[in-house]
């Protein structure tokens, strides 16, 4: 078929809400989008177990220990279902993470911020965690399958995340007058780097226009940002606490908040690798690559020893 043909069918396909899967015949830049947005996702599950790696050992409780352990590891798994899917599009984890490691990829923004102390576990969950879910409650529905089905399994298990971390603010806001400072603290730190989560203004986004058109978002950043702030706002009113915006005010017009700016300068700043923890975040990365270099020799050393002894038999 020609092009132009092609083109109309794939686009027909996928007006007709059928998945695009790695096999049929996709555009090249749908395939290039695509590699750069799910390996960025992936890129972020993956970075994004620092900040909370960070406090396990500290963690004030054996249950609260456990439950952090078990939403950290749930991220790693997030990760490679991503990389799983990115993969599929015909390019390797060694590509993805060589893209990682030079800066040409990106992760999500929030990762770059650090977590101080204990509430912050809990604004992480509640706030980072709980905007990832409106994002990806949204790409549950994205237009290409492997990415799709991803979606669906990591959504059952954020919703947990973000319980986790809500029940962490909710206990030390009822805590003793430190305890809730220190919650309240840690919204004030965590909330305006979330709402940089669902990215610049749609005016200003780049990726916005054929993501719609190819329905890989289905919901614009503005979109879906506003519907973080309408559920979150709510949930911190009944723990007590205030997002810390002057502007916030309920529009009953609109039937929904209207909210101050996010100062995008120190949002680009830290998307182009000058916040504060982006050098820390891509070193230990990078390390812990090469410390586990032996252990991706041994598996695939043993992959082979059993390929050629089938070959055998
Ligand atoms: N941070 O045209 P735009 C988690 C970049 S992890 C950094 O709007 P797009 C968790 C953007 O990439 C879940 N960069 O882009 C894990 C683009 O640059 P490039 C994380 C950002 O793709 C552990 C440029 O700015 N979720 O839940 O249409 C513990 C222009 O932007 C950011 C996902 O990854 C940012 N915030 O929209 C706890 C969701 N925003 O690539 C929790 C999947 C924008 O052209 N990704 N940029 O060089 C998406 O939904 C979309 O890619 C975005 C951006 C909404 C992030």
Not at 151 to 162: D, L, P
Not at 208 to 214: C, E, F, P, R, V
Not at 272 to 298: S, T, Y
Request: charged content about 30%; glycine content about 8%.
């Amino acid at each position: 078929m020609e092009d132009v043909e092609r083109l109309e069918a794939f686009q027909a396909k996928i007006d007709r809400e059928e998945k695009i899967e790695p096999k049929d015949w996709m555009p090249a830049e749908y395939r290039k989008h695509l590699i750069r947005q799910i390996s960025q996702h992936a890129h972020s599950e993956v970075i994004g177990m620092q900040p909370e790696g960070n406090w396990i050992t500290r963690a004030p409780s054996l249950r609260a220990k456990v439950v952090l352990l078990a939403k950290i590891q749930d991220e790693a798994g997030h990760g490679l279902y991503l990389y799983c899917a990115a993969e599929t599009l015909g390019i390797s984890r060694e590509e993805l993470l060589e893209q990682l490691h030079s800066g040409k990829a990106k992760y999500s923004s929030i990762f770059n911020y650090p977590t101080l102390n204990w509430a912050d576990m809990g604004a992480v969950g509640w706030l980072v965690d709980g905007a990832a879910i409106v994002n990806q409650v949204s790409l549950q529905r994205t237009s290409f399958g492997p990415y799709s089905r991803g979606m669906v399994r990591i959504c059952k298990e954020e919703s947990f995340h973000q319980r986790q971390g809500y029940e962490i603010m909710a206990t030390m806001a009822k805590g003793t007058p430190e305890q809730k400072r220190m919650a309240q603290e840690a919204l004030d730190r965590i909330w305006w780097p979330a709402l940089g989560m669902f990215g610049p203004h749609d005016k200003d986004s780049p990726n916005t226009g054929n993501a719609m058109k190819w329905k890989i978002k289905r919901e614009t950043n503005d979109e879906l940002r506003q519907k973080f702030i309408d559920k979150t706002v709510q949930q911190a009113e009944v723990i007590g606490l205030t997002v810390p915006d002057p502007d916030m005010k309920w529009n009953e017009d609109k039937g929904q908040y209207d909210h101050g700016e996010i100062d995008w300068e120190e949002f680009m700043n830290v998307v182009r690798g000058k916040g504060p923890c982006n050098a820390q975040r891509l070193e230990h990365h990078k390390k812990a690559h090469d410390e586990g270099r032996w252990v991706r020799d041994a598996a695939t050393a043993y992959a082979k020893k059993q390929q050629s002894k089938k070959q055998v038999a």
